[in-house]
């Protein structure tokens, strides 16, 4: 596989693309660099959380928003009655990406939890808790 630095003008910094397929084909995967995952991913969570998820990083498969959304339609026909919620990071710097799921697949409910980074489960673990005892009081 061949590697190249992700262009600046996406904002991905230290971040790498990998071009599974060769270089005159699309993209494949993005590994994140460490720069990157520290602002953008971890900047809420503990600093051990992001040194011991930089060592864990592994390449990510890249996804075009038309296929995706072709790919993740959720219908009754496809995933029957399942109640769905969906956890909104409200430090995410990506924010965009979750609220366009929520359009597009739209949950029973969702909630913003104050202070979360991507990784919710480490900049805010006792709200996430929360709302999981929250949700399994109501649909189970």
Same mark, same amino acid.
């Given at each position: 596989?061949?590697?190249?630095?992700?262009?600046?003008?996406?904002?991905?910094?230290?971040?790498?693309?990998?071009?599974?397929?060769?270089?005159?084909?699309?993209?494949?995967?993005?590994?994140?660099?460490? *720069?990157?995952?520290?602002?953008?991913?971890? =900047?809420?969570?503990?600093?051990? &959380?992001? +040194?011991?998820?930089? $060592?864990?990083?592994?390449?990510?498969?890249?996804?075009?928003?038309?296929?995706?959304?072709?790919?993740?339609?959720?219908? *009754?026909?496809?995933?029957?009655?399942?109640? =769905?919620?969906?956890?909104?990071? &409200?430090? +995410?710097?990506?924010? $965009?990406?979750?609220?366009?799921?929520?359009?597009?697949?739209?949950?029973?409910?969702?909630?913003?939890?104050?202070?979360?980074?991507?990784?919710?489960?480490?900049?805010?673990?006792?709200?996430?808790?929360?709302?999981?005892?929250?949700?399994?009081?109501?649909?189970?």
């Amino acid at each position: 596989m061949q590697y190249e630095e992700m262009s600046a003008g996406a904002d991905y910094m230290d971040s790498q693309v990998i071009f599974g397929n060769g270089m005159g084909k699309p993209p494949t995967a993005v590994l994140l660099g460490p *720069k990157y995952m520290e602002t953008k991913t971890y =900047r809420c969570s503990p600093r051990e &959380d992001l +040194e011991l998820g930089i $060592t864990l990083v592994r390449p990510s498969p890249i996804w075009e928003p038309e296929q995706a959304a072709k790919d993740t339609v959720v219908t *009754k026909e496809k995933y029957g009655t399942v109640a =769905r919620a969906f956890v909104v990071c &409200d430090e +995410e710097r990506d924010g $965009t990406f979750q609220w366009w799921q929520i359009k597009n697949n739209p949950p029973n409910e969702y909630i913003v939890i104050p202070g979360s980074d991507h990784m919710v489960m480490f900049s805010q673990p006792g709200l996430l808790s929360q709302y999981f005892l929250q949700l399994a009081g109501k649909y189970f």
